[in-house]
């Protein structure tokens, strides 16, 4: 039972981040834990705004094979991955923001295919995840240049394409991601950028197509600024939806596909999240 707490911490305190990241240390908790019935409500709600996490754990509770569905994310993962640095050409710039594991994973396997890119990339306040972003492209060879937030503008309409990961992906075919990426997301498109969500299906929340609005996390104002003074209130809302008019399509691993498109894959291949 230790584990399964210290994993709900670690994810508490964004020690472990990104919705992948998540799921998959939530997977971890779960196998080495006795009472699967308690493991399951309690990571369900170690990040309420992770549907691949509750996912991960619908699928546990019906089938039971942590084994099988750490497989399939990883084929997911694979695909996704060989999809999207089809899209990333020599010489190119591709914008990003925040820490994703998939648009990671998707610039390295293009890196290793050979291509050389540089990546913009803004540092994504308050927690600096562009920094883990930043740190994992150098140390395979990829140029980056980092920007603060506010100068995403001059990043952005640098780029030959804007690349970012989701948290969520809803009914209405928008995602769910760091906070600034619809804003971004809006300047890319103002620019003629396209604009990609490399995201597993695994991270739709089959609740949205029975009207659900996806939770928006807002953590402590603390981390933003560590002042307390009266009339003033600190916001930190970390995620914002990304409008479908803002994404030309999602990498997924049934292809690079328009958010139109995403339903009936749902229904095809995870039918057992409904
Ligand atoms: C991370 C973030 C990532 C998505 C997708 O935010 O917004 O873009 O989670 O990540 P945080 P991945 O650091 O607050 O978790 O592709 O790894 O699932």
Known sequence: ?????????????????????VAKAAIAAWSGCADKKKAERVLMNARPTEPMLRN?????????NPGALAEMIREADARIAGYGSNLIQNGSTVYTHCHSSTAESIMLLSRKKGRRFTVNLTETRPSFQGRLTALALASHGIEVNMYVDSAALHAIKEADLMLIGAD???SSGSAINKIGSNLFAGIARSFGIP?????????????????????????SGTEVWNVHRKNIHIVNKVFEEVEPKNINAFITEFGV???GSLMGEIHGHYGWMF
Do not use: C, H
């Not at 039972?1 to 990241?21: C, F, H, P, R, S």
């Open 168 to 170: 969520a992906i809803t």
């Open 257 to 259: 596909i328009d958010s």
């Open 1 to 21: 039972m230790d584990d399964l707490y210290k994993t709900v911490k670690m994810i508490k305190a964004l020690k472990i981040q990104g919705a992948e990241n």
């Open 195 to 219: 604009v990609y969500v490399a995201s597993s299906v695994m991270k739709f929340d089959p609740e949205t197509v029975y009207g659900k609005q996806e939770k928006i996390e807002a953590r």
């Open 56 to 64: 991960s754990m619908r699928y546990l509770s019906k089938y039971g």
